[in-house]
């Protein structure tokens, strides 16, 4: 099957119990959760199935275990025929589709992706940053009011659908934005439950820490298009892999322009392969006329199983 475009979600997807249908029913997905145990130590399993909730959502827990119930609900496809024709992911799940595209092993993908965690946790103090969602207003009008932040740090972060724009920065600077966004006419600007000022310069020492650790696993040069969070187009090599996950931590992720990338090659099913159904309704509000799939359990699998051969 061909045209197919599996996306991968990021952090703030995950919850208690996700993963666990398609472990308990279909070994190659079991088979992920004992990779990332023989790779990192721990049992992530026991977290993603049991919890608890405030476990799983610190950083360095989140992003490891969002990248294996992703890789896992992929394997599950892909033992079933459905492949990837191209593949996108947001943030962290960038690393998720760079499995999926063969770029990265998946063992080298959770040890690298734990290590960018404890990275992005320890960069900026805890309390000290953050990051607000702003609804309804323009891109251009959001990363504009960000520029007229004076004190603090308020940097566009995220531009994720068209009146959808996530800013990351410091509390003074997140106040004095979110002020600006409200009298702009914005419709809500709604803090997010992260730890930190993700993807923000306020990240480099991250960057540069991640570059360290990077520049010694090997990459392979992806087998299937990816598009990049960074450039909003597509790499072909492994150098060019590794010189955007390093520029992913402290640079805006370019969801939109990624989605109207893909769009504009031709592609029309999306499938979000992992926790959640953010990605899905993202991709809905750039463009209407997509086909959507999910798959994170087993009815979704079946819907989506079902959803691919009417749309043969």
């Not at 919850?15 to 990779?35: D, S, T």
């Not at 953050?130 to 990363?143: I, R, T």
């Not at 999306?270 to 159904?277: A, D, L, Q, Y």
Request: a negative charge; charged letters at 20%.
């Amino acid at each position: 099957m061909s045209g197919i475009v599996f996306v991968f979600p990021g952090q703030g997807s995950q919850y208690v119990g996700m993963g666990q249908e398609l472990a308990a029913h279909y070994p190659e997905a079991a088979a992920v959760f004992q990779e990332a145990e023989a790779a990192l130590g721990w049992p992530v399993d026991r977290l993603c199935f049991n919890g608890p909730a405030e476990e799983l959502t610190r950083t360095e827990n989140t992003q490891p275990a969002v990248l294996t119930v992703s890789v896992a609900c992929c394997r599950v496809l892909e033992a079933r025929g459905i492949k990837p024709a191209a593949v996108a992911g947001h943030s962290l799940g960038e690393y998720s589709a760079l499995v999926a595209a063969g770029s990265l092993t998946f063992r080298e993908a959770v040890k690298l992706v734990a290590k960018r965690a404890q990275l992005m946790a320890t960069a900026v103090p805890a309390g000290r940053g953050g990051m607000v969602a702003v609804l309804g207003l323009e891109s251009e009008k959001v990363a504009a009011l960000c520029r007229e932040v004076k004190e603090g740090t308020a940097e566009a972060a995220n531009f994720n659908a068209p009146g959808q724009v996530v800013v990351a920065g410091d509390r003074e600077g997140l106040e004095t934005l979110s002020s600006l966004a409200k009298e702009a006419g914005a419709r809500r600007v709604v803090p997010l439950q992260v730890s930190g000022p993700f993807h923000s310069s306020l990240m480099a020492p991250a960057a540069r820490e991640l570059a360290i650790y990077l520049n010694q696993i090997p990459l392979e040069d992806p087998r299937v298009p990816v598009v990049s969070n960074v450039t909003a187009d597509y790499v072909y090599t492994a150098d060019q892999v590794r010189e955007n996950l390093i520029k992913q931590v402290d640079s805006p992720v370019r969801w939109e322009e990624s989605v109207r990338r893909l769009l504009a090659g031709g592609y029309r099913t999306f499938i979000e392969v992992g926790p959640g159904n953010v990605l899905g309704g993202l991709i809905k509000r750039i463009d209407r006329q997509t086909i959507i799939g999910q798959v994170e359990n087993l009815e979704t699998l079946d819907k989506t199983l079902a959803l691919l051969q009417e749309a043969k």
